[in-house]
């Protein structure tokens, strides 16, 4: 099983909802990590877990909150989002020692209204 | 930290060959990347080079690394419409125990028919 899968892959949320993104991996790799894509750009690194542990937040701002229940797992809780926040989320995930060769999931499109 | 950068657009025929190019400022980069996206999908691993690697090719796909230049090229042969989508040049962001990619702008590859 080499895929990256992400729910839901469409949102739609008020500036006031609380919602969860949620990407599951099942190739045993010990690192996760989440990006922003807006249109026409290349995806920004928004949070690195290493086996499970938060390694890396990329000055997010704290609406946005990362979970790594376990190492198939990791979640990104949104809360008070601004319209700005709109884009593609992306997941993925790498090998602890090819830390660079990573695997996306298809992403999720979130609209805030 | 890592800077990458690629041409924004490449429109061939189907069955020419494509070269998508990219530079990079870190030397010390260890692998460098390609990615291709769909639209509205995630990133998919094309391929991958090892710094002390002048080429490597893997079917239709042949990665070029200059690495006195800081240039690496993507080489499609035989294009067909299925390859028309995103590419994306990465590379570690510069400091190894961030394990972080810094992407390029992405390079938009047209095929036609």
Same mark, same amino acid.
Not at chain 1, 10 to 18: D, E, Q, S, Y
Not at chain 1, 21 to 46: D, N, S, T, V
Not at chain 2, 8 to 21: A, K, M, T
């Given at each position: ?7 839901? /892959?469409?949102?739609?949320? *008020? ?10 991996q099942?190739? *045993? ?8 894509? /807006?249109? /026409? /750009? ?12 938060? !390694? ?15 190492? !198939?797992?990791?979640?990104l ?8 926040? !709109?884009?593609?989320y992306?997941?993925?995930? !790498? ?19 | ?5 690629? @041409?924004?657009?490449? @429109?061939?025929?189907?069955? +020419?060959?494509?070269v ?5 400022? +870190? ?30 090719? +893997? ?23 299925? +390859?028309? =989508?995103?590419?994306?040049? =990465? =590379? ?7 394990? =972080?990619?810094?992407?390029? @702008? ?8």
């Amino acid at each position: 099983d080499t895929e990256v899968t992400q729910t839901p /892959k469409h949102l739609v949320m *008020g500036m006031t909802n609380k919602k969860s993104l949620k990407c599951e991996q099942h190739m *045993g790799h010990r690192a996760m990590y989440w990006y922003k894509q /807006k249109a /026409k /750009k290349p995806p920004e690194l928004m949070f690195v877990y290493s086996y499970e542990k938060l !390694s890396i937040n990329e000055s997010v701002p704290s609406r946005f909150s990362p979970e790594c229940p376990n190492s !198939s797992l990791l979640n990104l809780h949104l809360h008070a989002l601004q319209p700005e926040d !709109s884009a593609l989320y992306l997941c993925a995930s !790498s090998q602890g020692s090819r830390d660079y060769e990573q695997y996306f999931g298809p992403g999720t499109r979130l609209t805030v209204t | 930290g890592e800077d990458v950068e690629q @041409s924004l657009f490449l @429109s061939v025929r189907e069955g +020419d060959s494509s070269v998508i190019n990219c530079t990079y400022t +870190d030397s010390s980069s260890t692998y460098l990347y390609w990615y291709k996206q769909e639209p509205g999908a995630g990133l998919q691993l094309l391929t991958y080079i090892f710094s002390n690697m002048d080429m490597k090719q +893997d079917q239709r796909l042949t990665v070029l690394l200059n690495k006195k230049d800081k240039h690496l090229s993507l080489r499609i042969a035989d294009t067909q419409t299925g +390859d028309s =989508a995103i590419y994306f040049c =990465a =590379a570690p962001a510069g400091d190894t125990g961030r394990r =972080a990619l810094t992407f390029g @702008s992405g390079t938009r590859l047209q095929v036609q028919p």
